[in-house]
């Protein structure tokens, strides 16, 4: 059963049919009552109109035998105050119903006693006059034999009150036999009609959630063509609809669109990193090879150098790494000036001046020490004389610039000099310029904690890098 409706197709088919079932037999119900209870009105009001017909007839002192009774051959009885049947149909045989079974008239009271109850009230609580027809009608439903023909009836009872003969009940009979025809009728239509409707309901929605569904399908093919291939610069195919199913294909191309970035970008940054690893790997072997050939001649500086610079390039990596992972920074507390002034200890031409007290940010110590530092080590590579590192607040966000007195960036490259491994001085060498990590780990880091890193014009026409990040306001709050 689970593989049966297994597919969106199957239980939307499944679900609008069931929907519509609940619905039609819903309505059929409503449909069959309010009939059920039109027709039996009808008959009742056609057994009430027989009934004061006959009524009619007593009020006006009419005798028994003169009575219209078997008109329509519908069932009447006259009973008198006593129960007694005094008058009824010639070819009534058997009735249910009406209270008196009795069909043949017995002999009525003479009329005019003294003890005559023609004054006394009605059973059905109206006080009527003489010649008068009562006008609470009481409906009852039975069942009569007349003239060897047997059906359902609705009784009619209507009081009227005679000169002669005192307070007397006539029932009258409307055959229901409408009322279940049609019912029946109605029903067998609704038994027969029904399931054909819900499977023209059910094969409309399979062909319309097949329709609606074939773009899905479309989507689904080409994604497994795309995994199988490894293509990532494949699309997959938008319709023209502008619904539902073409802003989830738009959202799908766009979402491969940024993972072939990323793929790429992986791509190159490991290309990149094997390049850079390359060359002081290469240097470290020769040099290890010559000192095992001729120990005199070990450049023991030299090796360590390269070790040294393994190692920052490693750790540089595995920062880069950690960030494309999605690593949260630490929720510290971090004085940004403290961290500032240490940063700058023991650097040559690094001045440090604005915020005297603490001036804090929620972060990472280590991280932002190291954007920091990265932001010095490529001021003082360019810097002529002196390098500037200034704090402060500036509204809610705490800024951190540096600023050199160097040649600058040229304004087309302050954005490209961000990304990893490049290096803007083509002709400096490795050793001297560092791997191209530096700046790309800064904005990062600086990415990761809210915050931006830009480069501009420096006062002293150098280059003035501005760390700006979110405040702490509840440190700020308490520095204060």
Not at 40 to 51: F, I, K, N, P, Y
Not at 64 to 77: F, K
Not at 225 to 254: C, K, Y
């Amino acid at each position: 059963m689970s593989r049966l409706f297994g597919s969106v197709r199957a239980r939307a088919t499944l679900a609008a049919t069931l929907v519509v079932a609940v619905a039609l037999v819903a309505a059929g119900t409503a449909v069959l009552l309010s009939l059920r209870s039109n027709l039996l009105g009808e008959a009742g009001t056609q057994a009430e109109r027989s009934a004061r017909e006959v009524a009619t007839e007593l009020a006006v002192g009419t005798p028994y035998a003169d009575l219209s009774l078997d008109v329509d051959d519908r069932p009447v009885q006259v009973v008198d105050d006593d129960g007694v049947l005094v008058a009824a149909s010639e070819d009534l045989e058997r009735i249910s119903g009406t209270g008196i079974d009795a069909v043949k008239a017995q002999p009525a009271a003479s009329p005019g006693g003294e003890d005559d109850d023609a004054d006394d009230d009605d059973d059905s609580g109206e006080s009527l006059e003489p010649g008068e027809i009562g006008g609470r009608i009481t409906v009852s439903d039975g069942s009569a034999t007349v003239d060897g023909d047997t059906e359902d009836y609705r009784f009619a009872a209507v009081p009227v009150k005679t000169d002669d003969r005192g307070t007397l009940t006539v029932y009258a009979g409307a055959p229901l036999s409408a009322e279940h025809g049609a019912v029946n009728t109605a029903l067998t239509v609704m038994l027969i009609g029904f399931p054909l409707l819900l499977a023209v309901v059910a094969w409309v929605t399979w062909l319309v959630t097949r329709r609606a569904l074939r773009p899905v399908e479309g989507i689904r093919r080409e994604m497994a063509a795309i995994t199988a291939s490894e293509d990532l610069a494949r699309r997959v195919p938008v319709p023209g609809t502008h619904d539902e199913v073409a802003r989830l294909a738009t959202t799908t191309n766009e979402t491969l669109a940024a993972l072939e970035s990323s793929v790429e970008r992986q791509r190159g940054f490991v290309a990149d990193a094997s390049h850079e690893l390359r060359s002081p790997i290469a240097s470290l072997r020769t040099q290890l090879e010559v000192a095992a050939a001729h120990p005199e001649l070990l450049d023991l500086d030299g090796a360590v150098a390269d070790t040294v610079r393994l190692q920052r390039l490693a750790a540089d990596l595995l920062l880069l790494a950690r960030l494309d992972a999605g690593e949260r920074p630490a929720e510290a507390r971090v004085d940004l000036a403290a961290l500032a002034r240490e940063a700058a200890e023991g650097r040559t031409g690094v001045r440090v001046r604005g915020a005297e007290g603490p001036v804090s940010v929620a972060g990472s110590r280590g991280q932002l020490g190291r954007v920091l530092a990265n932001l010095l080590d490529n001021a003082q590579r360019h810097a002529r004389s002196s390098v500037e590192v200034t704090v402060r607040r500036d509204g809610d966000a705490v800024v951190a610039a540096v600023a050199d007195d160097g040649d600058g960036v040229p304004a087309a490259d302050r954005e490209r000099i961000f990304e990893r491994f490049v290096r803007l001085d083509a002709a400096r060498s490795r050793d001297d310029g560092g791997a191209g990590l530096g700046l790309a780990i800064a904005r990062d880091v600086a990415v990761r904690h809210g915050g931006t890193l830009t480069v501009h014009d420096a006062p002293a026409g150098g280059a003035l890098f501005e760390l700006r990040l979110p405040g702490d306001r509840a440190g700020a709050a308490r520095d204060v």
